[in-house]
C-alpha cells in the first residue's frame, strides 16, 4: 500500500495538478486537507474517472478533509473528531480501506497568539489525542494522516527569526506532537529519513520556494503494525514547483 497525504489547498482550484499527481503517483490511498467546498462541491465524478473512491467531509471556504482510495471504497467509521459536539469545522474523517484504519486530518492553524485561536488548536489536539490513543490500544493497523499545523523540531523549519511568535513552532504545540510519540505512533518520515532536512510546506510569500524557506507540517504516523510493515517514505517536492500548486507537497509511504 502507498499511502499519501495532501493538502491540496482549494480541491476544485487545483483539480487539475490533484488528478496529474494521481495519474503519476499512483497512490493507493490519499488523505486530502483543505478542500474549501461543500459537500455538493466536491469532484465525486472526477476522481471516480480517476480509479478512486471517496469520502470526503466539506465546508464553504475553509478546511474540509477527505479519503481517496484506488479501485475501491473507502468505508466511512467517522467524519468528526469525538469530544466537542458544538465544534463544526470540517478537520477529521476516518475509513477503513483495505483493512487499515485511516485517520485524516486538518488540525487547527492557533495563529493568532496567544488567543483564542491558540486555544482551540491546543483544546482540539488534546481530543485528537485521546481518540488516536484509543485507536493505537485497538492493536489494529491504524495510519493518522494529514497536515498537523506543527512543526515538530527546530530541524524542520528553515533557519528564521520570522515564526518564533507563530502557533507552529510554540512549545506547547511541540509537546502535543511529542505526546502522541510517546503513545508509540511511529513518525513515518522521521524513520526512514532520521536526518536530513525535510520540508512539506512553502509559504506563497517572500519568495520563499525559490528559496527552499520550508517548513515540515505534514505527518503520517503509524501504529504499531504499519510501523513494521513501513518500507519507504518520501516528500513529492517537485508538485509544490508547478503552475498553480498548493503551497503543501504530497507526503507518502509505501507498506508491505
Same mark, same amino acid.
Given at each position: 500500500?502507498?499511502?499519501?497525504?495532501?493538502?491540496?489547498?482549494?480541491?476544485?482550484?487545483?483539480?487539475?495538478?490533484?488528478?496529474?499527481?494521481?495519474?503519476?503517483?499512483?497512490?493507493?490511498?490519499?488523505?486530502?486537507?483543505? /478542500?474549501? &467546498?461543500?459537500?455538493? %462541491?466536491?469532484?465525486? #465524478?472526477? @476522481?471516480?474517472? *480517476?480509479?478512486? !473512491?471517496?469520502?470526503?467531509?466539506?465546508?464553504?471556504?475553509?478546511?474540509?478533509?477527505?479519503?481517496?482510495?484506488?479501485?475501491?471504497?473507502?468505508?466511512?467509521?467517522?467524519?468528526?473528531?469525538?469530544?466537542?459536539?458544538?465544534?463544526?469545522?470540517?478537520?477529521?474523517?476516518?475509513?477503513?480501506?483495505?483493512?487499515?484504519?485511516?485517520?485524516?486530518?486538518?488540525?487547527?492553524?492557533?495563529?493568532?497568539?496567544?488567543?483564542?485561536?491558540?486555544?482551540?488548536?491546543?483544546?482540539?489536539?488534546?481530543? /485528537?489525542? &485521546?481518540?488516536?490513543? %484509543?485507536?493505537?490500544? #485497538?492493536? @489494529?493497523?491504524? *495510519?493518522?494522516? !494529514?497536515?498537523?499545523?506543527?512543526?515538530?523540531?527546530?530541524?524542520?523549519?528553515?533557519?528564521?527569526?520570522?515564526?518564533?511568535?507563530?502557533?507552529?513552532?510554540?512549545?506547547?504545540?511541540?509537546?502535543?506532537?511529542?505526546?502522541?510519540?510517546?503513545?508509540?505512533?511511529?513518525?513515518?518520515?522521521?524513520?526512514?529519513?532520521?536526518?536530513?532536512?525535510?520540508?512539506?510546506?512553502?509559504?506563497?510569500?517572500?519568495?520563499?520556494?525559490?528559496?527552499?524557506?520550508?517548513?515540515?507540517?505534514?505527518?503520517? /504516523?503509524?501504529?504499531?503494525?504499519?510501523?513494521?510493515?513501513? #518500507?519507504?517514505?518520501?516528500?513529492?517536492?517537485?508538485?509544490?514547483?508547478?503552475?498553480?500548486?498548493?503551497?503543501?507537497?504530497?507526503?507518502?509511504?509505501?507498506?508491505?
Amino acid at each position: 500500500m502507498k499511502l499519501a497525504s495532501f493538502n491540496i489547498n482549494n480541491i476544485n482550484s487545483r483539480l487539475q495538478n490533484l488528478l496529474a499527481w494521481l495519474a503519476s503517483a499512483k497512490p493507493d490511498v490519499v488523505c486530502l486537507q483543505e /478542500l474549501k &467546498a461543500r459537500d455538493m %462541491q466536491f469532484p465525486r #465524478t472526477a @476522481l471516480a474517472d *480517476a480509479g478512486y !473512491g471517496a469520502v470526503w467531509k466539506g465546508e464553504p471556504t475553509w478546511n474540509g478533509v477527505a479519503i481517496l482510495a484506488r479501485g475501491s471504497e473507502p468505508v466511512l467509521t467517522a467524519d468528526a473528531l469525538p469530544g466537542d459536539d458544538a465544534d463544526r469545522q470540517s478537520r477529521y474523517i476516518e475509513a477503513a480501506v483495505n483493512g487499515v484504519v485511516i485517520a485524516c486530518l486538518y488540525a487547527p492553524n492557533g495563529n493568532p497568539q496567544p488567543g483564542p485561536k491558540f486555544q482551540y488548536k491546543l483544546d482540539w489536539h488534546k481530543r /485528537l489525542e &485521546a481518540h488516536a490513543e %484509543q485507536l493505537f490500544d #485497538t492493536g @489494529l493497523p491504524v *495510519a493518522l494522516v !494529514g497536515d498537523y499545523n506543527i512543526v515538530p523540531e527546530p530541524r524542520d523549519i528553515y533557519a528564521t527569526r520570522s515564526y518564533d511568535d507563530n502557533a507552529l513552532v510554540q512549545p506547547e504545540s511541540r509537546a502535543s506532537f511529542q505526546r502522541l510519540l510517546d503513545q508509540g505512533w511511529t513518525d513515518a518520515l522521521r524513520k526512514k529519513h532520521p536526518k536530513e532536512t525535510l520540508y512539506t510546506f512553502w509559504d506563497y510569500r517572500r519568495n520563499r520556494w525559490p528559496r527552499d524557506a520550508g517548513l515540515r507540517l505534514d505527518h503520517i /504516523l503509524l501504529s504499531k503494525k504499519l510501523a513494521r510493515r513501513l #518500507t519507504a517514505a518520501g516528500i513529492d517536492r517537485d508538485i509544490r514547483g508547478q503552475d498553480g500548486a498548493s503551497d503543501h507537497a504530497p507526503v507518502w509511504v509505501e507498506l508491505k
